[in-house]
């Protein structure tokens, strides 16, 4: 049996909660298909959420990485295309730490491409009625990090079978009820879609040819 | 026993759901401490859909009235303030009827206030984890003219124990899937929301002394 | 020769400007085809607002009054609809009076349709250029306060040949600078706005029959 | 004298001009303390816009060279960060040609960043009353294809004195007054920003170690 690792966050930013680890690890321990589901938290932390992460892959020999994160203020499911090889923080991580235009890899190449068929996802996302869309940017913080060491750390491995990539997600609705004006999505339509994410990667080998550009 | 009746629109603006009436209809026959609820779809169409509200209210001698509506873009449940005597439509009604800048009621006020606890049910939706927000307008189409014409119809009655207003919900995930960028919210959020604003009308003499206002 | 009489506010809110007054100062004393523009500045106190505003009218005794607000945040030139009967502030005003759902006049009308041409001057705008719309809402605050006040005093007056309403503008480029992501406007502008607003006023004896109407 | 080549797109997507057009050729021959102008337009047409762009920098050697693009919808000056290495085109371009996850360089780098001062040309803006901020997505379209192909020149050429970007800019006024809704920006607040931003790539060797970036 095959393991798929999904990580979420712990809450940052005010945050009680972070709704990527609250659904995530609903997944914890699941089986879904062929596969076994393992769930882990990652700190919001630049540098120690990659190496949680990177002992995580370790222990669990994973076919397939999904990184999840929280996006206050984006509606929809955001398939992240790229991860770009910058830290600069708006807000101090949970830690404290501000990195400004720092490389996340010194001498690492300048972005990395998801490795999920993040077209195939959101086409199946939005055929199962759950708002979804490729984002063109995954930020400058503790997500674009993870996703960046994430992807590098697999393409240092070499294995091609491997594949990996981040998600970002709404606020809970109880969140956006004390952030007047901000979308939201509900737990379990969130564990849906994060459940057919993991289908599809593992059942897709191209992606699919539809757009999902954006002019600027 | 006392009846509370709550109504829901068709489908429009192209639509093949309308979250009102998907959301409504599962009210239909509950009982909610003493109360007992009536749903009914009302059609998108001016002067009609206030012709099918009097009727229902005539038949089922409601204490209280919701009216709830979709708002299509909008992130939360809100909670209208005010309703203004004017038709001016965006977009053609369900019958083809695109009336510009005709009072709902010639010779009718400008203007009705909410009789709901606007406040007080803001509050508690918020507390019970669902984003929710007063809005200072309820459009100039079909969903303001069936606030106005609630109001106004309650006015003519003058029977102050009977209240009534209107709610504005988000688009259904399903349909924000199809609109994307777009804001959603869950049936069974909504559903929370309805009965929950429900109850509080019931029970709240006078709303809450708490902002909800905008500065334009 | 007629006198217009423009009124702009003083700044609030912790701006350092109002780009309403920074704008209608500059129309001061001018003439425009055959008549005189008187422009002045209200505080942005509740009520205080209402009793310069109705002492300057006194004083110029205007065939046409044009209010003009500041609406951080909006994109274009709002022409107002509505203005409602409730102050409900979520900010304090300039001298720290914060009212929650209080009538602006305990007794009056539950609102006031402008008494300008609004689609007329929209359209008008737009033909030459400037982006602008019909708004639905003047908010809550001391802008509604004035509107409000302002077409109570002319309908109390009872001359129905003076005509009253009321502008929102969006930010400076130098406010914007300082709100991230906030859309502004060029003060030369909505100097231009304002002047075709007040040409139009003046020579548009009916309004057009166009849309200017929202679903919600 | 130095050459400093600024680059404005032809109208696309059913406009009638394009905004950075309109303010660039303004620029064209304008000598800037030591610099000479010079403004050329771009096809906006995948690798033909490129074509285009690699003569006019054999042809005036310059400097420092700026690709404008319009970026309709956004409120301010964006200077953007990064440009990736794939095209996907929501819409077709001039010729028709709408690639979808194409490489814009088979075998180039996944992205280049900027070669611009952003962070302190959004500071300069700033200060100077000008709406700015730093951008992590130049879209996946024809400005994005031009910003990617423009730092794959001058790394390939190989000389680190010369430096380039893009920047994206709202609508024009005009433009805007057709799509309700819409921010925008005056022609000459743009060429005051484009002039600032040439001064300041022209005279900071490091950039400033301020926070530009987004969480997501």
Redesign the interface.
Known sequence: MQTVLITGFEPF?GERINPSWEVVKRLHDMELGRVHIVARQLPCVFHHALETLEAAIAETQPRLILAV????????I?LE??A?N??????PDNQGQ?P??EPIVPGG?????SLLPI?AIVEG??D???????S??????V??HVMYGLLHHLQQKGNPRIRGGFI?IPY???Q???H???????A??VLTALELAIAIALNTER?L????????
């Open positions: 930013d994160g929280q996006a206050g203020g984006r509606a929809e955001s295309r790229v770009i910058v830290d600069d923080a708006r807000i501000q400004i235009d190449p300048a972005a990395y491409f077209k996302l939005r199962a009625g759950i708002p979804a869309a490729v063109q940017t995954a930020g400058t913080f997500c674009n970002h809970l609705p109880e956006a009820a004390r007047p004006g901000s979308p939201s999505m509900a379990d339509t992606d040819q539809v757009g999902g550009g954006a002019t600027h």
